[in-house]
T-cell receptor
């Protein structure tokens, strides 16, 4: 089945810093989502982005489907950005959602 | 609009006991998903329903886990008998259509501890 790898596994930032999280996938996809899991465990959609670029406030994401990767950019990080960021994909022609192992982000005040 | 509802939020049981979780998806969403998230890992899909029918249950341990979605709305996930390794958060999600071209919305989860 399709493999999803996220990097880095852990990231510590000073408040105000920028960061880039990466998601690599091993097969073509027709669905890619980025989620933030907050410290209380709630998974929150950030982007539905099987291809192209989207922006929402301080967050933006780019998926290059032909090269099988997606990037999540966080600018001017805040302590409330702390948590785990997951990439989840569904391969083209399939139904099963596969999550990566996540990137654990801690933003220091 | 109301989000995905789950209950209970927490459950503690002893091994070999049975347990059931309930999920109410977002109104009008045809597809419902159950995931298992073990501490430190990403969620793993257990079963996916499209309306009343099962789309995928390839990762559901069918000797002890069962799930149903009556009338294409609410769903229950049952574990019988529970094992220590079933300790995890069980997440329910829903999407408008499913089939890969849709956003999934998650409930708050049920944290299960098996002693």
């Amino acid at each position: 089945g399709i493999q999803v790898e996220q990097s880095p596994p852990d990231l510590i930032l000073q408040e105000g810093a920028n960061s880039t999280l990466r998601c690599n996938f091993s097969d073509s996809v027709n669905n890619l989502q980025w989620f933030h899991q907050n410290p209380w465990g709630q998974l929150i959609n950030l982007f539905y982005i099987p291809s192209g670029t989207k922006q929402n406030g301080r967050l933006s994401a780019t998926t290059v489907a032909t090269e099988r990767y997606s990037l999540l950019y966080i600018s001017s990080s805040q302590t409330t950005d702390s948590g785990v960021y997951f990439c989840a994909v569904i391969n083209t022609g399939g139904f099963k959602t596969i999550f990566g192992a996540g990137t654990r982000l801690f933003v220091k005040a | 609009e109301a989000g995905v509802a789950q209950s209970p939020r927490y459950k503690i049981i002893e091994k070999r006991q049975s347990v059931a979780f309930w999920c109410n998806p977002i109104s009008g969403h045809a597809t419902l998903y159950w995931y298992q998230q073990i501490l430190g890992q990403g969620p793993k899909l257990l079963i996916q329903f499209q309306n009343n029918g099962v789309v995928d249950d390839s990762q559901l341990p069918k000797d002890r886990f069962s799930a149903e979605r009556l009338k294409g709305v609410d769903s229950t996930l049952k574990i019988q008998p529970a094992k220590l390794e079933d300790s995890a958060v069980y997440l329910c999600a829903s999407s408008l259509t499913g089939g890969g071209g849709d956003t999934q919305y998650f409930g708050p989860g049920t944290r299960l501890t098996v002693l």
